[in-house]
């Protein structure tokens, strides 16, 4: 694991644009960070166009708009 990250957050509807996006950034050489892409429905078998290395996350995306404040 890496001090440093890239998210990428989505909905399930663009999951295969964010699998192309992670897959551009582990392609880099100099790469210090890793790669996590957040949506809203994690499939329960990885999805085969997502690249070895990016990380997959579940988002609750209306319990984290609940949680951001209110000022």
């Known amino acids: 694991m890496n001090r ?6 989505c909905n399930f509807n663009y ?5 192309f996006v992670a897959a551009q950034l582990l392609a880099q ?5 890793d790669v996590v892409i957040c949506s809203d429905v994690v499939p ?10 990016a990380i997959l996350r579940q988002l609750d995306v209306g319990e984290t708009l ?3 404040p209110q000022n």
């Open 4 to 9: 440093y990250c890239v998210t990428l957050v």
């Open 66 to 68: 609940q949680n951001l």
């Open 29 to 33: 050489s100099n790469r210090d960070f």
């Open 15 to 19: 999951l295969d644009k964010a699998g």
């Open 44 to 53: 329960e078998e990885r999805p085969g166009f997502l690249p070895e290395g």
